[in-house]
């Protein structure tokens, strides 16, 4: 690596004269493009600054060449196909070949051309979130450039001033290309390798979509009653999950580019979030956490050290969030007998369940769904249902992970006597208050 890397800095310092802005921006570098869901090995730097690669969940970091002393890139928006989870495919926008795009990587202080190829049926334009740049070069379609037309590329200048988390999406007929899953990350990683480096570096984005039962394509005047709840398009049991070296220092990078909030929870851990969009937090104003609110708009990344082995649920905190699509207006029936109901019911429809008076645990019950359509609660783990949906994954801290290897390392082998038991003997009857009867409640 290191000699490979001094042999490329000479040849970018000889390259140096010879490069300015607009003369070598003629021609364009080939689209890398990504065919499936599934999280790429961190794409280590063929030149310029040595760094720790990032992996992005479900995802991966798009490649660059050297040109002179520029880093120069190359984003492709166009319509894809996304998995969210098997079983589910949506019609999306993205990047590349998958949406989210893929993450941009770079060092403070590198110069990057970044092409923009339109390849959608209507214009856009692409904004650098969170980004120290020119005005010129801020990708708001109307304001600070003209809206890239279908079938034109454009080519964005600018040096990474600052480290950092940040996030791209257009400015250009936002509404329909951002629930179209037009975005990415970008992680400026600092010029100095001994500022708070990590071992491990996982980065993705948040979004939301509204797609009906049965249905490949989302509703993109949606406002507020969104069903799938998305990590990089994603949703559980689709989301990679995050396998760490016990002892490993741990960096995890979120961005949110949904129409709401998600508290996001670790279990088995505390962490410090160490660093925003707007920039580094310093160390004297951390705190401890184990759930952080990530707000629209906005990064948040936490660094945690992975000193608790085991199979850690990794999710939002909001319930909702943790469900893929499903009816918002059953009522609460706990308690309710509904016997009656359920006899006159099934006269009328007799496929039709009447559930939730005991809760509405779902883990072995199959419902029949339409085409295309995700079980509400789903996914197994190795002691049964896990029940889950959306925004939800694992953090697998293991003994004997490799250094690069972010492989699935399969369920925790629990130690002996370390699992919560049941016991043997009959528990005494609880004292109880009466139930209240059905009539007198309230729902
Ligand atoms: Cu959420």
């Known amino acids: ?15 140096a004269s010879a490069v300015s802005g607009r003369v070598q921006a003629a021609s364009i570098p080939e689209a890398a493009h990504m065919d499936k869901a599934v999280m790429q090995p ?6 310029g600054p040595d760094y720790r690669p990032v992996v992005t969940l479900n995802g991966w970091t798009l490649p660059f060449r050297i040109n002179g002393d520029w880093k120069e890139f190359h984003l492709v928006a166009e319509p894809v196909v996304r998995e969210f989870a098997e079983g589910m495919k949506v019609n999306l926008w993205g990047y590349n070949g998958q949406s989210p795009g893929p993450t941009i990587e770079a060092v403070e202080g590198d110069k990057v051309r970044i092409f923009v190829t339109n390849r959608l049926p209507e214009y856009t334009t692409v904004h650098w979130h969170g980004m120290i740049i020119p005005s010129g070069m ?3 379609g109307g304001l600070t450039q003209p809206h890239i037309e279908p079938g034109k590329t454009f080519v964005y200048e600018f040096e990474m001033k600052k480290s950092g988390t940040f996030m791209y999406h257009p400015h250009s007929d936002e509404m329909v290309q951002m629930a179209m899953g037009m975005m990415g990350m970008v992680v400026v990683h600092p010029r100095d390798p001994n500022f708070r480096p990590v071992d491990r570096d996982f980065v993705f984005v948040m979004s939301t979509y509204r797609v009906d039962p049965g249905t490949y394509l989302p509703r993109v005047n949606e406002m507020t009653d969104f069903n799938m709840w998305t990590w990089n398009a994603r949703v559980f049991p689709g989301i990679d999950p995050l396998p760490v070296r016990l002892g490993d220092k741990v960096r995890v990078r979120i961005g949110n580019l949904s129409m709401t909030n998600h508290p996001i929870h670790l279990h088995g851990h505390s962490f410090a979030v160490t660093c925003t969009d707007g920039g580094w937090i310093p160390e004297s104003a951390q705190y401890p956490e184990t759930t952080t609110d990530v707000p629209v708009g906005a990064v948040r990344v936490f660094d945690v050290l992975a000193d608790n082995p085991g199979d850690w649920a990794f999710h939002c905190h909001k319930s909702h969030h943790t469900m893929n699509a499903m009816g918002h207006d059953m009522r609460n029936m706990i308690g309710v007998s509904r016997k009656d109901l359920a ?4 006269k009328l429809a007799p496929d039709a369940m009447v559930m939730g008076q005991s ?28 029940e889950m949906g959306g925004m939800f994954t694992v953090m697998k801290i293991r003994e004997d992970l490799a250094r690069d290897d972010y492989r699935d390392p399969g369920p925790y082998q629990f130690p002996q006597g370390t699992v919560a038991y049941e016991v043997a003997s009959p528990a005494a009857e609880p004292a109880r208050q009466p139930a209240m009867p059905a ?3 309230k729902m």
């Open 1 to 15: 690596m290191f000699s490979r890397r001094g042999f490329l800095g000479t040849a970018a310092l000889v390259g």
């Open 42 to 47: 961190p794409l280590h730097p063929i030149g």
């Open 138 to 140: 801020d990708g708001v």
């Open 343 to 346: 006899k006159a019911v099934g």
């Open 359 to 386: 809760g509405m645990a779902m883990g072995n019950m199959e419902m029949p769904a339409p085409d295309n359509t995700l079980p509400m609660m789903s996914g197994t783990g190795q002691f049964g249902p896990i």
């Open 439 to 441: 009539h007198k409640m």
